[in-house]
Nanobody, 120 residues
Framework: QVQLVETGGGLVQPGGSLTLSCVAS????????MGWYRQAPGEQRVMVAT???????NYAESVKGRFTISRDNAKNTISVQMDSLKPEDTAVYYC??????????????WGNGTLVTVSA
């Protein structure tokens, strides 16, 4: 069984910074693309940033220049450094990963989410 666990959410003031991390654990053969998505109240879940195993990166336009995604393939982890946070960044942030469990086919796995609140 594969698990994705996010850490690092919390309350931060506008203009502040926060780092989220996600680790994929369990019976894993390989991990492919990983990424962060977010869902604000009453809205659909949207992509924030993604990173491939070969470190190809995509950012949503709304976070370009403020967020930095990184990855450690040896530890099956990703992080996102979020700077210059705005109230509109408030959302539940979800980690996503394409994983090959040992002896099985690819799955698209999601973490349970971590809440980020940007407020004075």
């Amino acid at each position: 069984q594969v698990q994705l666990v996010e850490t690092g959410g919390g309350l931060v003031q506008p203009g502040g910074s926060l780092t989220l991390s996600c680790v994929a654990s369990g019976s894993i053969f390989s991990v492919g693309d990983m990424g962060w998505y977010r869902q604000a109240p009453g809205e659909q879940r949207v992509m924030v940033a993604t990173i491939s195993k070969g470190y190809r990166i995509n950012y949503a336009e709304s976070v370009k220049g403020r967020f930095t995604i990184s990855r450690d393939n040896a530890k099956n982890t990703i992080s996102v450094q979020m700077d210059s946070l705005k109230p509109e960044d408030t959302a539940v942030y979800y980690c996503d990963a394409y994983v090959v469990p040992r002896g099985k086919d690819w799955i698209d796995d999601w973490g349970n989410g971590t809440l980020v609140t940007v407020s004075a």
